[in-house]
Every structure is written in structure tokens, then in C-alpha cells.
């Protein structure tokens, strides 16, 4: 089952990806024959064009994390897995607590003996 921020990170991954190939393909094909490109436009697009297909890929990279992670606990669960825990504590310190005692009881009981 797929959650909420994996699709959504999926729709990120998918549209970086589509608006990335679009511009590469509009930037150096459908604009005619790049190299004819008058120097100042080369040197305006040519670095606009890296930035542009690099903040793509980092939203890509954040869309695919997005996508592939799986999502968190619930609060929900998360509070009553902490209230088990200390439940358990609390009756683990109840039976050390009985324990101490009956050794207490036997140490005392053998004094008793042995005046």
C-alpha cells in the first residue's frame, strides 16, 4: 500500500523528470541549429541550462526519497507502544521488588535458626 508522501513524492520524481527532458529538448532542438547561436545567448543559456537540469535533479533525488521511503508510526502508536514499556518496567521493578523481599525473609529466617 502506498502512502500519502510516496505518491506524492512519486508525482515530484515524474514532473522533474518530464519538465527536464522538455527543456533539453526545447533548449537545443526546437530552437534551430545551436550551433548558430550568437555568443551572448550561448553564454546565458548554456549555465541557465545546467542550473535549470541541476534544481531538477535535486527534485528528483527529493521525489525518489520521497517515493521510496516508507512512512512513519502513527502518534497513536508510537504513545501506547511508550505506555507498554513502561507498564512492563513497572512490573518488572514490582517482581525485583518481591524478589528482594523474600530473599530478605530467608536471610532473616536462617538467623532466627541459627540463634
Same mark, same amino acid.
Given at each position: 500500500m502506498v502512502s500519502k508522501?510516496?505518491?506524492?513524492?512519486?508525482?515530484?520524481?515524474?514532473?522533474?523528470?518530464?519538465i527536464g527532458i522538455l527543456y533539453t529538448v526545447g533548449l537545443f532542438y526546437l530552437g534551430g541549429d545551436p550551433f548558430k547561436w550568437e555568443l551572448p545567448f550561448s553564454l546565458i543559456a548554456l549555465p541557465v541550462f545546467i542550473a535549470f537540469i541541476a534544481i531538477m535533479g535535486i527534485g528528483a533525488w527529493i521525489g525518489w526519497t520521497m517515493a521510496t521511503t516508507p512512512p512513519p508510526k502513527p502518534i497513536e502508536e508510537l504513545t501506547s507502544e511508550i505506555e507498554e514499556k513502561?507498564? =512492563?518496567? #513497572? !512490573?518488572?521493578?514490582?517482581?525485583? =521488588?518481591? #524478589? !528482594?523481599e523474600t530473599v530478605e525473609e530467608k536471610k532473616t529466617k536462617r538467623k532466627g535458626e541459627k540463634s
Open positions: 508522501d510516496q505518491t506524492i513524492g512519486g508525482i515530484i520524481l515524474i514532473v522533474c523528470v518530464v513502561k507498564e =512492563e518496567k #513497572a !512490573e518488572v521493578k514490582e517482581e525485583a =521488588e518481591a #524478589a !528482594e
